[in-house]
């Protein structure tokens, strides 16, 4: 007679959460080597090779797992689901913008500011409560972000700033938008984002005359990227972030800042610059110390990835 094995507790259940989630971080820095492995591209046709090879893993990924269509998931999510993509669309692209003309550990770094505007969008838009640590969380970033775009006046490095931030807002908008669908899946949202970056891109493509031919080089890097960087670390995350508190999702988070400069450093040589470490510094602090503080709260019902 065979024995049932009993499901996995509550302490497993967190520990592979944990280890999906820290995988995910460790993924999803690695755009910066990517888009410094890229010879002639420029943003528009990265993210357009990039968003293909996004659509179509997704979409296999999606009907695996669910056995339906991703279009049928997201008619169920509506307009929520429109907002996220074309969300997703402008942080990918400030993404790629502000890592090809700053440098990495200064965009990575930026772009973990996302949390604290989520936190600013969701009190606006869906009046969820911010804590007093969040808010002085806020303000200590607010510093270090000044201390790393202080030594960037008028050039193309403070427009990748720029951008960087611009992206950070994408992705705050995007988590805004799955917690305004109610919505604890984040895949259908990404693939229809996939699909909204190829016709953005390629008409921009066209528009600028940009050919859409690249070499087999840049686009292979592209592609790979759209399945290994961003669609491997969405899967992953999606399961880990089922069983983990969001302070503790915020902690984990911080793998992605830490390790992207750390891969450019070790493949390709990059440094940071004195500006950029202080800065980053604050900013850590304030990602930490805001995530620390909230840990022990009772995480609230998940209804969002």
Same mark, same amino acid.
């Given at each position: 007679m065979p024995v049932a094995h009993p499901p996995c507790s509550t302490a497993e259940s967190h520990k592979y959460g944990v280890l999906f989630?820290?995988?995910?971080?460790?993924?999803?820095?690695?755009?910066?080597?990517?888009?410094?492995?890229?010879? =002639?591209?420029?943003?528009? *046709? +990265?993210?357009?090779?990039?968003?293909?090879?996004?659509?179509?893993? $997704?979409?296999? /990924?999606?009907?695996?797992?669910?056995? =339906?269509?991703?279009?049928? *998931? +997201?008619?169920?999510?509506?307009?929520?689901?429109?907002?996220?993509? $074309?969300?997703? /669309?402008?942080?990918?692209?400030?993404?790629?913008?502000?890592?090809?003309?700053?440098?990495?550990?200064?965009?990575?770094?930026?772009?973990?500011?996302?949390?604290f505007m989520a936190a600013i969008l969701g009190r606006i838009a869906l009046c969820e409560s911010v804590r007093v640590a969040t808010w002085i969380a806020i303000a200590v970033a607010i510093g270090g972000i000044a201390i790393m775009v202080a030594d960037k006046s008028g050039g193309v490095a403070l427009k990748g700033s720029l951008a960087a931030l611009g992206s950070a807002f994408g992705f705050a908008v995007f988590t805004v938008a799955l917690r305004w669908g109610r919505t604890g899946e984040m895949l259908p949202a990404a693939f229809l984002s996939g699909l909204f970056a190829i016709i953005i891109t390629f008409g921009t493509c066209q528009f600028l005359g940009l050919s859409v031919a690249l070499s087999v080089h840049d686009g292979g890097v592209a592609m790979g990227m759209g399945i290994f960087q961003v669609g491997a670390g969405l899967i992953l995350y999606t399961l880990g972030s089922r069983s983990l508190p969001a302070a503790e999702l915020a902690l984990l988070s911080l793998a992605e800042v830490l390790l992207a400069p750390v891969w450019v450093w070790f493949f390709l040589g990059e440094t940071a610059s004195p500006n950029t470490l202080i800065g980053g510094a604050l900013l850590l602090a304030a990602i930490a110390g805001n995530a620390l503080s909230g840990k022990r709260r009772k995480p609230p019902p998940i209804t969002t990835p």
């Open positions: 989630v820290f995988a995910a971080g460790v993924l999803w820095p690695t755009v910066g080597l990517g888009i410094h492995l890229i010879e =002639e591209a420029v943003v528009w *046709q +990265i993210l357009l090779y990039r968003s293909i090879s996004l659509s179509l893993f $997704l979409y296999i /990924v999606i009907r695996v797992r669910s056995g =339906e269509s991703p279009f049928a *998931q +997201i008619r169920r999510i509506g307009f929520p689901a429109v907002i996220a993509g $074309l969300s997703l /669309v402008a942080a990918y692209s400030g993404g790629i913008y502000s890592i090809q003309t700053t440098s990495v550990a200064n965009a990575m770094l930026l772009f973990a500011t996302a949390p």
